[in-house]
């Protein structure tokens, strides 16, 4: 599939499922002073930022710095030592919150592709739906085959994950997540594991789904690609929000730290 029909096609999926616009006051993902430790190291001191509906939110910084960490709490498969997070009108940070609807509302996509190898692609994706939303399997289907075609997939929906490239893997954990129809999509590295060639499939997808209206959180080491595609991008130093901007802050960076970190690369 050529990446204009591709993007197209993402496009047009947003559109179908887009949500009414949250007022300035009412970030769709919103941190305020988190802070997160793993026994005696502190990961997260006091990381705050917002995030309106329908941006793309790029978070860069070194190994350690607490990017990972901080997008895993978006989704509570990290639990936070104080602060505050609401996403999508979720307070994660309270201990009763529903997490079943949590996670209908916020799809993640992981480094590791975590794809069922003995389920085809179809079955690995409708198998969230059926069981989490109770959707009819003919339903089910009709969705799997939806977010395939966004991701350029189509035809792939019988065959096993063993017999799909990388690329095609990460594409189709991309759309077992799209076909929860989620409001926020998180994505942790998804190319860290991807030679150039398979990298450019996985971020056109994502460079579509962006273009079509979807809120996104990325951790990536994809420089050129976060430049681009974010509206906003989150530099983290040593556990905090260190440097804030648009695409074009990689241009000029204000702080001795990221131009360090932007000479040194990854």
Same mark, same amino acid.
């Given at each position: 599939?050529?990446?204009?029909?591709?993007?197209?096609?993402?496009?047009?999926?947003?559109?179908?499922?887009?949500?009414? *616009?949250?007022?300035?006051?009412?970030?769709?993902?919103?941190?305020?002073?988190?802070?997160?430790? /793993?026994?005696?190291?502190?990961?997260?001191?006091?990381?705050?930022?917002?995030?309106?509906?329908?941006?793309?939110?790029?978070?860069?910084?070194?190994?350690?710095?607490?990017?990972?960490?901080?997008?895993?709490?978006?989704?509570?498969?990290?639990?936070?030592?104080?602060?505050?997070?609401?996403?999508?009108?979720?307070?994660?940070?309270?201990?009763?919150?529903?997490?079943?609807?949590?996670?209908?509302?916020?799809?993640?996509?992981?480094?590791? #592709?975590?794809?069922?190898?003995?389920?085809?692609?179809?079955?690995?994706?409708?198998? *969230?739906?059926?069981?989490?939303?109770?959707?009819? *399997?003919?339903?089910?289907?009709?969705?799997?085959?939806?977010? =395939?075609?966004?991701?350029?997939? *189509?035809?792939?929906?019988?065959? #096993?994950?063993?017999?799909?490239?990388?690329?095609?893997?990460?594409?189709?954990?991309?759309?077992?997540?799209?076909?929860?129809?989620?409001?926020?999509?998180? /994505?942790?590295?998804?190319?860290?594991? =991807?030679?150039?060639?398979?990298?450019?499939?996985?971020?056109?997808?994502?460079?579509? @789904?962006?273009?079509?209206?979807?809120?996104?959180?990325?951790?990536?080491?994809?420089?050129? /690609?976060?430049?681009?595609?974010?509206?906003?991008?989150? #530099?983290?130093?040593?556990?905090?929000?260190?440097?804030?901007?648009?695409?074009?802050? @990689?241009?000029?960076?204000?702080?001795?730290? =990221?131009?360090?970190?932007?000479?040194?690369?990854?």
């Amino acid at each position: 599939m050529k990446r204009e029909d591709t993007m197209n096609l993402a496009r047009d999926a947003a559109a179908q499922h887009s949500q009414p *616009a949250a007022s300035p006051a009412q970030p769709v993902v919103e941190l305020k002073d988190v802070h997160k430790s /793993f026994g005696s190291n502190q990961v997260l001191k006091g990381v705050s930022f917002a995030i309106p509906r329908g941006q793309v939110v790029a978070i860069i910084g070194k190994s350690g710095s607490g990017k990972s960490t901080a997008l895993r709490c978006i989704d509570r498969l990290e639990i936070i030592d104080s602060g505050t997070i609401n996403v999508c009108g979720h307070a994660v940070h309270d201990p009763a919150i529903d997490l079943r609807q949590l996670r209908q509302d916020v799809g993640i996509v992981f480094q590791s #592709y975590n794809l069922f190898p003995h389920l085809t692609v179809e079955q690995n994706i409708t198998l *969230a739906p059926k069981a989490v939303k109770n959707l009819p *399997a003919a339903k089910a289907r009709e969705i799997a085959a939806r977010t =395939l075609q966004q991701v350029g997939l *189509a035809d792939k929906a019988q065959a #096993y994950p063993e017999l799909l490239s990388g690329g095609q893997q990460q594409r189709v954990a991309i759309a077992r997540s799209l076909a929860m129809e989620p409001q926020v999509m998180l /994505f942790d590295e998804v190319t860290s594991a =991807l030679d150039p060639q398979l990298t450019g499939e996985v971020l056109r997808v994502i460079e579509a @789904l962006a273009q079509g209206g979807m809120t996104m959180v990325l951790v990536t080491h994809e420089m050129e /690609f976060a430049a681009r595609v974010a509206d906003t991008i989150i #530099y983290m130093h040593e556990g905090k929000v260190w440097e804030t901007g648009p695409g074009d802050m @990689l241009k000029n960076p204000q702080t001795a730290e =990221l131009r360090d970190f932007l000479s040194h690369g990854l």
